[in-house]
């Protein structure tokens, strides 16, 4: 059987305090949250839940700040800011529910998005017309923030990440 090659940094712990960019994308990039018009993202129906979703992220786990993000037609870039461990506290019934993979460790980054992405997911699949399924690609990209020169360049790529749309990487015309 063959193994997929993990995006992750071997050995690190990510549950550990600190600065994350995630990049979380749509299945085969599809523009299902929304468009681009004149620099500016209009979010629809399921954009709405995605941002909503993002959003609560920092109110129902005391352990994660959310700072700067963007939701594009087809991905959302975020940066996630991961405190002391002595703050982190039982996660909220709500997610207790939600299954975690064995290699997945409570309170981690990878356990956030996963449930972030697990909870859109069943939200916008009861709408009245939801896109086809999957919603979300699977997996998702990460940075480690280590230096103000990063968090710089990574405030300003998400700033005028819809000025910039056409020449996303991520970019389906």
């Not at 909870?119 to 923030?145: D, F, G, M, T």
Request: with cysteine; aromatic share 10%.
């Amino acid at each position: 059987m063959h193994k997929r090659r993990s995006l992750r940094l071997p050995g690190y712990d990510y549950r550990n305090d600190g600065v994350y960019f995630v990049t979380v994308c749509a299945h085969q990039k599809r523009c299902i949250f929304g468009e681009i018009l004149n620099g500016t993202m209009i979010l629809n129906e399921c954009g709405f839940i995605v941002e909503e979703e993002w959003l609560r992220a920092e109110l129902i786990r005391p352990n994660v700040e959310l700072e700067m993000y963007v939701l594009m037609p087809n991905h959302l870039h975020g940066v996630i800011v991961l405190r002391d461990e002595h703050d982190k506290q039982k996660m909220n019934s709500d997610l207790a529910a939600t299954p975690i993979s064995s290699t997945l460790k409570a309170g981690s980054l990878g356990a956030i998005i996963g449930q972030f992405k697990s909870v859109a997911s069943k939200r916008i699949r009861r709408l009245k017309n939801p896109p086809e399924r999957p919603i979300w690609q699977r997996n998702y990209y990460e940075s480690i923030i280590r230096t103000p020169d990063i968090w710089n360049r990574t405030r300003d790529y998400i700033a005028a990440n819809p000025m910039r749309w056409r020449e996303d990487s991520l970019y389906v015309g």
